[in-house]
């Protein structure tokens, strides 16, 4: 998934269009959606600005041109900000390293007017320059962007010029269960006024710095029934929670604005803190309901549920076969469906167009024991070209075989795009049977660890060739949602935002 500026989540299994509280664009403000809010503080006083904010958006192959206009007041109308600009993004797509880079600028029709206090601040220049790189892992994008801008706006026409230096950045992630997007953004203002007939000159300095969030998760809990002449006992409810959060310190002169006079005191500061949060109304979807007969009352009932309930076990038959090994293709196609990393084409694969157009390109399988028609193939092909698996040879995956515990961890760990974060080589893991552990594995191994998703047996071996069994993969896979959920939003928004 593609994030410009706001973040945008294309659920896979409900709500197939959704507004998320988000920060658009780089003005440093949030909305919901519905209502924008932003704080201005080019007269030297915070002013809570509110009101509407439009952005329409056009994709081109290789560009974006994204279009914002706002219409805000404050909220005793005394204060109007009107402004509207266009953002032109070429997108550079590396598709052998799986990343993107995307460079923007403003068109030069920007226009921006404020009226406040008796002064009208009109835009006279907007320099701008962003760029940002996104991260394509199987299951996760990561992006990180840098801007830079110089606004300059005239006092009512020619009395004086205010100058706002910007600066800023931006990192995230963008997954199925959730979205983190984090702007750090500082401004350096600069206010000069001349003196007239009936006012002062007027000079000063002020700064800002603004730590904004917007998060996305769903969450998935079971809920039971109350009644007992029902033909199920309960079913899993998925909810989508959203909020944007912001927080900004400033460091301004102490301003007196009456009807006749605009007063400074550069010597005695106003230094403080707003902070703001905006939150959508929780969305909710009714999942599948669970109906395996062999799982009941099965130590990993609770982890089998919740992945039948999202469809990422299929519901063909009525036993599960929780203490039967996993295969390898069984696996892929669980996990590449816990994480929405499955291939556009696959509901489409028994359509007679689709079925002619591969005839035609005589499409040939990147494993000799994996055959085109099989009901597997469009799943593990994908998740090959997206560089989550391998074969266990050049030429064969070995889709009926069972997986074994190192492979398994592997393919969550490099789902994630996270097998970097190990050490260099010649460390050792934290299991007793470290030395059983295959190289290409050892550095998965050590990360899943440290994402609390693994944890060696009661003699400390984490066994890495002994095969998977049906329910160990669910509670495997479980865990690792839960990672992505929780760690990933904990390490964004609290690590970056809450303790600046």
Known sequence: MKRIFASVLVILMFLSSTVYAQVPGTEGGLSDGYEYKEYVFITGKPMLMTGALNVKSSNRRDSIRTTYRYTLTNSDNTAKLTRSYTVNTDVKENTQKHQTIETSNLDKNCRETIKA?????TLDDYAFSMSKVTDNKPAVDYFAGNWS??????????????????????????????????????????????????AKKVNWDGSLHEYLSS???KTLDYIANDPTWISFKGGYL?????QGTARIDYDMPNVRINDDSYTVDNRNRNEDSISYAMIEPVTQQRMLIPEYRDTSGHWSEKDIGRLASLNVFAHDTMNFYPDIPMTRADYV?????????????????????????????KEVSPFDDLKTNSIYYPTIKNAY????????????????EYIDRAQAVTLLVRAAGLEGLAPNYGYTTQYADDSRIPLWAKDSIYVASKMGIIQGDSRGRINPGDSLTRAE????????????KKDFQKDYKDGIINYK
């Open 117 to 121: 206090d008796g002064n009208t601040y």
């Open 149 to 198: 801008g110089r606004k300059t706006y005239t006092v009512n026409k020619n009395q004086g010029r205010v100058t706002i230096d910007i600066e800023g950045k931006t990192t995230g992630y963008d997954h199925y269960w959730g979205s983190t997007e984090t702007m750090d953004i500082g401004q350096a203002i600069s206010y000069s006024k001349s003196a007239t007939d009936d």
């Open 215 to 217: 998060t996305n998760e």
């Open 238 to 242: 998925l909810q989508g929670k959203n």
């Open 333 to 361: 196609t669980s996990v590449s469906k816990a994480v929405d990393m499955l291939p556009d084409t696959t509901d489409k694969r028994y359509n007679r167009n689709t079925r002619s157009r591969r005839n035609k390109d």
């Open 385 to 400: 070209d997206k560089g989550f698996i391998n074969g266990l040879s050049p030429r064969r995956f070995g889709p009926d």
């Open 473 to 484: 993969a669910a509670a495997l896979v479980n865990r690792y949602i839960d990672y992505l």
